[in-house]
Each structure stands twice: as C-alpha cells, then as structure tokens.
C-alpha cells in the first residue's frame, strides 16, 4: 500500500480510507477490469448475427482483452479472497462473463425452436473453457494467437453444433 500511495502521489492514509484495505484495494481493481472485459466481449456479443462469427468473434475480444494487460490479469488471477464471505477476482469475473454469455445463449436456442434451460450451464462450460485455456496460452505461448483461437473456437463450435440437433440426434444410439 506504500509503493502504491507514493506511486499514486497520495498517501497511505488516503488509501485506506478509500479502499479500507488491500482486499477492498483488489476488489476495485478487479470491478474496473470486469467492466473493462465485459464492455469488450459484449461488443460482438451484441452485434454479430452469424453464431460462428458470434463465437470466433467473442473469444477474440476475451483474449484480445487479457492480452492488452497481461500483467494485471495475471495478478487478478492469482488473488484468492481473504474474506470468507466473498469470491475471488476472478470468479466474479467469469460469473460477470457467463451472464452475458447465457443471454446470447437462451436466444440463439429460442431462435432454433430449442430449450433455452441449457444456456445457463453452457455458457458456464463455454466461458469456464476459455477462461481457462487462455490462462494455460498467456503462460506458455507454444503456438500462435490465431492457431489458439481457432483451436479454442473449433472446439466449441463443433460441440455446439452437435448439441444443437439436440435429443433427436441421439435417440436409439
């Protein structure tokens, strides 16, 4: 909170009394680049009509996002919370991003006559997938940006477009 306050041009008293601690400190940050994130994914989520460019674009402004500041997410990542009543950063990131995600879901299933129930836990496995996945790629870097996104959106495409037949495609298999 120190090298903070100095870096800031405040001091540490003014910190405190603004953010309470270092975990209310964390919080605010984590709250900033959810927005941040959630405004960035939203963007194609909200403007494409084709689903695979809705997918392909999407996981691209979520890793885009990450990739503009790396460095912070992977602090925000690396952040459990102190607080027993609250999630960590990220979690309530994820959850922030799902939502969203699940919105876009449930239409996209209404639109093909399906059960939007599903939308809610996909959009969990979809966003927990790439959340995930793309901790694994800004670690280790082993292949290309555009190779990682389309390995990602291939995946989820074709589970999606399986799961888009629905029961009827699997009846008597």
């Avoid at 674009?57 to 925000?76: H, K, M, R």
């Avoid at 990542?77 to 922030?96: A, F, G, H, N």
């Amino acid at each position: 909170m120190e090298q903070l306050a100095k870096a800031g041009g405040v001091t540490k008293p003014i910190l405190y009394r603004h953010f309470g601690d270092r975990d209310g400190l964390i919080t605010a940050i984590a709250e900033r680049f959810s927005a941040g994130l959630v405004a960035s994914v939203s963007a194609p989520l909200h403007s494409v009509t084709y689903p695979r460019e809705l997918l392909d674009s999407t996981i691209a402004a979520y890793v885009g996002f990450l990739e503009q500041d790396p460095y912070l997410y992977g602090f925000l990542v690396q952040q459990p919370s102190t607080r027993r009543d609250e999630r960590t950063p990220i979690s309530s990131l994820v959850d922030v991003v799902a939502r969203q995600v699940a919105v876009i879901a449930a239409e996209q299933l209404r639109a093909r006559g399906r059960d939007a129930d599903a939308a809610v836990p996909w959009a969990y496995g979809i966003v927990g997938l790439v959340h995930q996945s793309t901790n694994w790629w800004m670690r280790d870097k082993s292949m290309s940006r555009e190779r990682f996104l389309s390995s990602i959106s291939d995946l989820l495409w074709d589970g999606l477009h399986g799961a888009g037949r629905g029961a009827d495609a699997t009846a008597g298999a």
